[in-house]
């Protein structure tokens, strides 16, 4: 139950803290920008810093197979960061177009103190995940799955990809939220219906899909740690 003060303001732990979010295009909001940080900032009074890349991986050097070039790196983004240091909260998302594109997932490290492969998706990630360990372990860091439908349930990312980033995150004790538990599946995958309604393109939320959807599982989330 939210508390409200004699304004009628939401009266939050979360107000007045800095909320730093990396991730690929629905992290980034595509279909509105600015995404769900932006959502959970301006409803709970926080300051929001958005460094998500449409099209971002976590692994690097993955080629685009859409659009050519390469992808910007998840990872390298949050590593070469300069905002961090301001943030009480960071938010991190990312693996569908690690799936979209075949990147190399690569495997979980045993303990601390391998080195990794950077150059596979896990690598990646257990990578950036030491970094903020080491270097921001008085920040909140949590992470997003994103909503149902955009994959049929047979393909990789939930017999591979997804398994692989879970697998991370438990490693190294990082709390995340699923957004496609609590969420009927969007997207081409998805109900057709609710990709209408709630997404600008049928697969990136709007505005109304991040509020729907989003905004209140990530907040719960960020206000329990």
């Keep these: 139950m939210e508390v409200f003060d004699i304004n009628g303001q939401i009266i939050s732990p979360l107000a007045g803290k800095t909320l730093y979010v990396a991730g690929d295009s629905i992290a980034y909001g595509k279909s509105s920008a600015g995404g769900y940080g932006k959502c959970i900032a301006d409803k709970y009074g926080m300051t929001v810093t958005n460094e998500a890349v449409n099209g971002a991986t976590l692994a690097p050097n993955i080629t685009d197979n859409v659009n050519g070039g390469i992808r910007t790196c998840i990872s390298t983004v949050v590593t070469s960061s300069t905002a961090l240091a301001k943030a009480d909260y960071i938010l ?94 969007m997207g081409g995958h998805g109900i057709s219906g609710l990709s209408g309604k709630y997404t600008g393109d049928g697969t990136h939320p709007n505005k109304a899909g991040y509020e729907r959807f989003y905004m209140e599982p990530i907040a719960a989330l960020l206000k329990r740690m």
């Design 92 to 185: 991190l998302e990312g693996g569908v177009n690690d799936a979209w594109n075949k990147a190399p997932v690569g495997t979980l490290t045993d303990g601390f103190a391998a080195a990794y492969d950077e150059t596979t998706m896990t690598g990646a990630l257990e990578k950036m995940l030491e970094y903020l360990a080491k270097n921001y372990s008085d920040k909140r860091v949590a992470y997003v799955f994103p909503h149902g439908g955009l994959f049929g349930s047979s393909e990789n990312w939930y017999k591979t990809y997804k398994p692989a980033i879970l697998a991370a995150l438990k490693k190294w004790g990082v709390p995340y939220v699923d957004i496609a538990e609590s969420t009927p599946p």
